[in-house]
């Protein structure tokens, strides 16, 4: 899978992925940063209502 990065983990980052089976989709991306263990967890979800998120649902 393709990732183009349009975000700088923030809130309101998006990425969009080229899927072989599903296609291009555009997620949004938000990151919560563990300083204390000097971790980054990663969240992706697709808007609601949009096309994307019937894409993204087999993945």
Known sequence: MEQ???GTGRA???ETFRHPAVGEI???C???TLTDRDQHLVLYS???GSRDINA???L
């Open 4 to 6: 183009s990065r349009g």
């Open 12 to 14: 309101d980052a998006h």
């Open 26 to 28: 555009t997620l949004d």
């Open 30 to 32: 938000d990151t919560l």
């Open 46 to 48: 697709a808007p609601r």
């Open 56 to 58: 993204s649902k087999p």
